[in-house]
């Protein structure tokens, strides 16, 4: 598959080609960009069982290649990514659980200093009514615990808490809210944490897929301060 697209850049038009070759269990993705950089992605499919290996590079940037491993199970996943070069940031994901109750971790580890970048843990517990989660995040710095009960068997709408916690600067954030699905296209949300910060939105699906958004937040310990408003519209094919 050959697909190319026109971009209009300082008054000149220009084209981005993309490529796409398959041999077997292998995918070829070869793009030229306008700039005359060359970005590959070869996917490796099944070479073991539910495993899937992405190393994916760009000319000239040779620093920016990377290999991928990806491993499935119907209650679990594993992700490896690794940067190629000679000491690369590992970054490691993992999921175990079922509908019912998930655990999840992740961690990323720089070669070159010896350090953790990153780890972060959680849980969530999903019901037909209801779904809690526990987020422990910043390295162990930060602790988030949130909680949505669905109020109407329709889930129409619905309650949420969340509280926050960062253990560095002994923070707390409490926050309330809530969600209304006016009808199947439309749905506001409202919350309200104990730092005065008041937000709102409406969001609605124009066409398929293709949603509006209009949001607005105002400090209610500073009404003199001018309230933020924003609009987005989010299209998809």
Avoid at 19 to 24: F, S
Avoid at 34 to 45: D, L, P, R
Avoid at 209 to 232: C, H, M, N, Q, W
Wanted: proline share 3%.
């Amino acid at each position: 598959a050959l697909t190319s697209t026109a971009l209009k850049k300082g008054g000149l038009h220009a084209a981005d080609v993309a490529t796409q070759y398959k041999y077997k269990n292998t995918l070829f993705d070869v793009k030229i960009d306008t700039e005359s950089n060359i970005s590959t992605t070869i996917t490796f499919t099944e070479v073991l069982p539910s495993t899937k290996a992405i190393a994916s590079f760009k000319v000239p940037d040779y620093n920016s290649g990377k290999l991928e491993v990806q491993y499935f199970h119907d209650h679990a996943t594993l992700t490896a990514v690794a940067a190629l070069k000679q000491n690369p940031l590992i970054d490691v994901t993992a999921t175990l659980g079922t509908p019912t109750i998930a655990f999840g971790a992740e961690a990323g580890y720089d070669t070159a200093s010896k350090t953790f970048t990153k780890y972060n843990a959680g849980i969530s517990v999903t019901k037909p009514d209801a779904c809690a989660s526990i987020i422990l995040g910043d390295k162990g710095d930060s602790i988030k615990a949130s909680y949505l009960h669905h109020v109407d068997e329709a889930k129409r709408s619905a309650a949420v808490g969340e509280v926050y916690r960062k253990f560095s600067t002994n923070e707390n954030t409490v926050t309330v809210g809530g969600l209304y699905a006016v009808d199947h296209l439309t749905t506001v949300k409202a919350k309200l944490n104990n730092h005065g910060k008041l937000g709102a939105l409406i969001q609605h699906e124009v066409v398929p897929k293709s949603l509006v958004t209009v949001s607005g937040e105002i400090d209610t310990k500073a009404l003199d301060k001018y309230p933020r408003f924003g609009l987005s519209l989010a299209l998809k094919p």
